[in-house]
């Protein structure tokens, strides 16, 4: 069993930078795939990054490409994601996910455990 807790949503400006934290309990951190996805008020949860259990191999969405890094601390088993030129589509609740997998995957389905999110609002 893997626990996960989000922290770092809170409001922002419009072109502001945020970063968001994940950290995991439980042993072998090194060993799972963790993503960030999204989801706004009616809409279907969204992907938006992707890392490795070694932090070899990421993947974003489009939409966040060129704004947004992930990253990972192993020795603090926290994943982490850094987001630049917030834009009010950003909005939405931030979960964290597991994967005990190698490869990397955009599907919601596939994420073993999940985090219960932290909001990020970005203010027009």
């Known amino acids: 069993q893997v626990q996960l807790v989000e922290s770092g949503g809170r409001l922002v400006q419009t072109g502001g930078s945020l970063r968001l934290s994940c950290v995991a309990s439980g042993r072998s951190f090194d060993y799972y795939g963790m993503a960030w996805f999204r989801q706004a008020p009616g809409k279907e949860r969204e992907f938006v990054a992707a890392?490795?259990?070694?932090?070899?191999?990421?993947d974003y969405a489009n939409s966040v490409k060129d704004r947004f890094t992930i990253s990972r601390d192993n020795a603090k088993t926290t994943v982490y994601l850094q987001m630049n030129t917030l834009k009010p589509e950003d909005t939405a609740v931030y979960y964290c996910?597991?994967?005990?997998?190698?490869?990397?995957?955009?599907?919601?389905?596939?994420?073993?455990?999940w985090g219960q999110g932290t909001q990020v609002t970005v203010s027009s």
């Open positions: 996910a597991a994967r005990r997998a190698t490869r990397l995957t955009r599907i919601p389905r596939y994420y073993d455990y």
């Open positions: 890392i490795t259990g070694n932090g070899g191999s990421t």
